[in-house]
């Protein structure tokens, strides 16, 4: 794990329950934005530019990975 990412405030999407969706996102430096499962703090995370992050929220808010 990157300094960037060991020192980050990791919180749990609003989204995540008591199942198996545990998702966990920090804000990081120069707008970049890291998402990591909850369940396994340690593994790899992905981290999203500010633009990719906009792109991937506003996608949700319309609905487009729903099933």
Same mark, same amino acid.
């Given at each position: 794990?990157?300094?960037?990412?060991?020192?980050?405030?990791?919180?749990?999407?609003?989204?995540?329950?008591?199942?198996?969706?545990?998702?966990?996102?920090?804000?990081?430096?120069?707008?970049?934005?890291?998402?990591? #499962?909850?369940?396994?703090?340690?593994?790899?995370?992905?981290?999203?530019?500010?633009?990719?992050?906009?792109?991937?929220?506003? #996608?949700?808010?319309?609905?487009?990975?729903?099933?």
């Amino acid at each position: 794990m990157t300094m960037e990412l060991a020192g980050a405030h990791w919180f749990k999407s609003s989204r995540s329950g008591a199942g198996k969706e545990c998702v966990e996102v920090a804000f990081l430096p120069g707008g970049r934005v890291g998402v990591r #499962d909850s369940k396994n703090p340690d593994g790899p995370a992905l981290v999203f530019g500010d633009g990719e992050w906009a792109s991937f929220t506003a #996608d949700i808010g319309k609905g487009a990975f729903d099933e």
